[in-house]
């Protein structure tokens, strides 16, 4: 158990339709990171928030939005869905700037978007 | 842009023998790289990692190595076990800045009993 908690474990939903994914990162952590894997493909990296503010951006859809919340926890949120959105997506935590930057993941999100 | 790539894709090996799982990463900024094993229907797992200023690390039967000028790491695991049976992903990052990780594509490995 990483410390990281996901939920929900699987959502399934239709087309069109908005979902909100949820994030707590591990107890003193201040970053968080999303990523999506889709089937057979490797993690692609979403967005990271540190410490309520947004840090970095990669393949995120404008469809997609994040934020992080003054308790932490993140929630990613992915609208106007496509039967192309259906994958895991993954947060992960990191401690605090100069420490050991390993990132820690929580047990993904299976997304199917019918 | 930042790319890591990762071979084989996959890789069968006999139980007992040892696997080895090679990266090249694109940018020579970076200077931390991990790797995580993910196990069907669970999250990545970090295993080993290791910085820009060690030639090699070790951890039982799992070692990393890493040559900065060629950019490459390759992770070798030895006596493998059924139990090592996953997908491994490599990544690279930097230790300043965003952190964020690039990832390799994975390498699905099955150890034959």
């Known amino acids: 158990d990483s410390g990281v908690t996901q939920t929900p474990k699987h959502l399934i939903t239709a087309t069109g339709q908005r979902v909100t994914l949820r994030c707590s990162p591990r107890s003193g952590d201040l970053s968080v990171y999303w990523y999506q894997q889709s089937l057979d493909q490797g993690l692609q990296f979403l967005i990271q928030?540190?410490?309520?503010?947004?840090?970095a951006k990669g393949n995120i859809l404008e469809r997609f939005s994040a934020q992080q919340f003054p308790d932490l926890h993140s929630e990613l949120n992915l609208s106007s869905l496509e039967l192309g959105d259906s994958a895991l997506y993954f947060c992960a935590s990191s401690p605090p700037a100069g420490g050991r930057n390993e990132q820690f993941f929580g047990p993904g999100t299976r997304l199917t978007v019918l | 842009g930042e790319n890591v790539e990762q071979h084989p894709s996959t890789l069968s090996v006999q139980e007992g023998d040892s696997a080895v799982i090679k990266c090249t990463y694109s940018?020579?900024?970076?200077?931390?790289f991990p790797w995580y094993k993910q196990e069907l229907g669970k999250g990545p797992q970090l295993i080993i990692d290791?910085?820009?200023?060690?030639g090699e690390k070790k951890d039982q039967r799992i070692a990393v190595t890493l040559n900065k000028t060629a950019k490459h790491f390759s992770l070798h695991i030895t006596e493998t076990q059924p139990e090592d049976s996953a997908v491994y992903f490599c990544a690279a990052t930097l230790t300043s800045g965003t952190y964020k990780y690039i990832f390799g594509t994975g390498t699905r490995l099955k150890v034959l009993a």
């Open positions: 940018d020579s900024a970076s200077n931390y």
């Open positions: 290791i910085r820009s200023n060690v």
């Open positions: 928030y540190y410490n309520g503010e947004e840090r």
